[in-house]
Nanobody, 117 residues
């Protein structure tokens, strides 16, 4: 399985970005998926998750600002990020869902989001 995140960049506080994640390989179609992030000097954390049927959950600090979605036909995961804050600065990754990211052994390429204040 390959996980390729894209769409990151430099944005001013209050701005928006949309991240995409292409999932390829032998992908179980109905897997719950998630977006994660790792800020400098911090542990990786779960940002949002989505089931195959579209049920979602979010980190408290991003609720109301971020929206996770998926296109099962395209094996693509998205993260719409609005009202970005400097504390959202991190490398963002997509992966299969786990409440404890430290249990995940394989990580694909992430995408860097930098929010300037």
């Amino acid at each position: 399985v390959q996980l390729q995140a894209s769409g990151g960049g430099l944005v001013q506080a209050g701005g928006s970005l949309r991240l995409s994640c292409a999932v390829s390989g032998r992908v179980p179609r109905f897997n719950r998926m998630g977006w994660y992030r790792q800020a400098p000097g911090k542990q990786r954390e779960l940002v949002a998750g989505i089931t195959s049927s579209g049920s979602t959950n979010y980190l408290d600090s991003v609720k109301g600002r971020f929206t996770i979605s998926r296109d099962n036909a395209k094996n693509t995961l998205y993260l719409q990020m609005n009202s970005l804050k400097s504390e959202d600065t991190a490398v963002y990754y997509c992966n299969f869902y786990d409440d404890y990211p430290s249990r995940i052994r394989f990580w694909g390429q992430g995408t860097l989001v930098t929010v300037s204040s």
